[in-house]
């Protein structure tokens, strides 16, 4: 939480947000990360997606890409569908007090509605936050393994036969992607690595 929180207040400065208000969202934001329901969709996914734009950014992610890291699983439920535009729409409101431009906002908003389906249409700005989200796909075998453990723990609720259908399903659409990675960096680190785990994971399935 505390690499976290420090990055969060980064944020805020570079923003000219550094208010107490600011570290008060940045609180909410931790405590919605830790929610016990979470498994792999916590705090650090956050540090590690952040870590990954900074990979595929030179260091220089924009404003709008590290904005939708911290919101863009900030409402997770594993039971419901729409758990993506109810996160664009708490990152709208809870910006909204602070005197950042509107067009941030929106750009951030529409980043975090893209992580439903993970598809890009040509927008640069949301092709690499989306390839950062993804870069655990093309994680060493130990640290994917241990993602998709907790994605299964995520979806404990569910019958195993259904989780492993749903979830074979959720890897063949990856698999057969002609590219996983929309940026020509994404592939160029993860792509072959991902598709091995992928396959692995899904023959074990």
């Known amino acids: 939480m505390a ?3 420090t990055r969060w207040k980064s944020l ?3 923003l000219g947000c550094a208010v107490a208000a600011w570290d008060d969202v940045g609180d909410d934001l931790v405590t919605r990360h830790g929610e016990a329901h979470r498994s792999y969709h916590v705090a ?3 540090d590690a997606v952040v870590g990954h734009l900074d ?5 220089r992610p924009a404003p709008a890409q590290v904005l939708a890291a911290f919101f ?3 409402v997770y ?3 419901r569908s729409d758990n993506e535009v109810v996160s664009a729409r708490l990152a709208a409101e809870s910006l909204e007090p602070f005197d950042l431009d509107a067009g941030l906002i929106a750009d951030a908003c529409r980043i975090i509605e893209a992580t439903a389906g993970h598809e890009a249409a040509d927008e640069p700005l949301v092709e690499v936050f989306l390839d950062a989200d993804l870069a655990v796909l093309g994680a060493p075998p130990a640290v994917y393994d241990s993602y998709a453990a907790g994605i299964a723990e995520e979806y404990s609720h569910m019958a195993p036969e259904d989780f492993r259908a749903g979830r074979r399903h959720v890897l063949d659409h990856f698999l057969g992607r002609g590219n996983i990675f929309s940026t020509s960096r ?3 680190l993860f792509e072959e690595q991902a598709r091995l785990n992928l396959a692995r994971e899904r023959s074990a399935l």
């Not at 990979?55 to 260091?59: E, F, I, P, R, V």
């Open 77 to 79: 439920d594993p039971r």
């Open 44 to 46: 650090r996914h956050i």
């Open 3 to 5: 690499e976290f929180l």
């Open 12 to 14: 805020g400065t570079e």
């Open 186 to 188: 994404g592939r160029e």
């Open 72 to 74: 863009h699983d900030a």
């Open 55 to 59: 990979q595929l950014t030179s260091g």
